[in-house]
């Protein structure tokens, strides 16, 4: 079946230590973007790429970094750097100009 | 992207229909009007899109306004499956371009028996 997936569903880090979020997709989309959500909030726009080796900030981009270099591939790595790295987390795809596909998230904890 | 503005919550019962109104005041002419919905810690999904005209799909129907400065999603017969926080998004669409979904806080919808 095609979708969009992430992993881990639950991941805990502990504070100063860099951790990757996985987000694959196999429906052949260009584009990928990663969100994050914070309790009771709506998402906010982190990264978003529309081709391989290409990607672009978003809304909240300090603290975190991507890296695209496969088409099905979208990985986000939260950085020592990201002050509140707690919060739910959301990968994406589109093909460009679309409506986008979601996965079901990643909801880390610093503990 | 055009902002939108949403009541925060709703209620309606099981069976009836639920409309869940949208203000986008400031929408231009390219941009599109988009619905989502999520369901507690799931990723959001797409429910349906319009630009001018009335849509509907087997999820909802789409009710925008002349103007396009308003519209509402309607669910026909809500079930209690349907409790979730719904979005209302405006975006242009252009061929070639990554689709900047932005979200605001949405419509919490709680469907009660």
């Known amino acids: 079946d095609g979708g969009i997936t992430q992993s881990p569903k639950y991941l805990f880090r502990k504070e100063g230590q860099n951790v990757t979020l996985s987000c694959e997709q196999n429906l052949n989309h260009d584009a990928m973007y990663w969100y994050r959500q914070d309790p009771g909030q709506g998402l906010r726009l982190i990264y978003y790429s529309q081709i391989v080796n290409d990607f672009q900030k978003g809304d909240i981009a300090e603290g975190y970094s991507v890296s695209r270099e496969k088409k099905e591939s979208f990985p986000l790595t939260v950085t020592s750097a990201q002050k509140n790295p707690t919060a739910f987390y959301l990968c994406a795809s589109s093909i460009s100009g679309t409506d986008a596909f979601f996965g079901q998230g990643t909801r880390l904890t610093v503990v | 992207d055009a902002k939108t503005t949403q009541p925060t919550s709703m209620d309606c019962a099981e069976g009836r229909a639920a409309n869940l109104p949208c203000n986008h005041s400031?929408?231009?002419?390219?941009?599109?009007v988009y619905w989502y919905r999520q369901i507690h810690s799931q990723g959001p999904q797409y429910i349906i899109h319009?630009?001018?005209n009335n849509e509907t799909n087997e999820m909802a129907s789409l009710i925008i306004t002349e103007d396009r400065k308003s519209s509402t999603l309607i669910l026909p017969h809500a079930t209690l499956r349907d409790t979730a926080v719904y979005y209302c998004i405006v975006r242009a669409v252009n061929t070639g371009t990554a689709s900047k979904l932005t979200f605001g806080t949405g419509t919490r919808l709680q469907v009660t028996l």
């Open positions: 319009g630009l001018k």
């Open positions: 400031t929408i231009s002419g390219n941009e599109y």
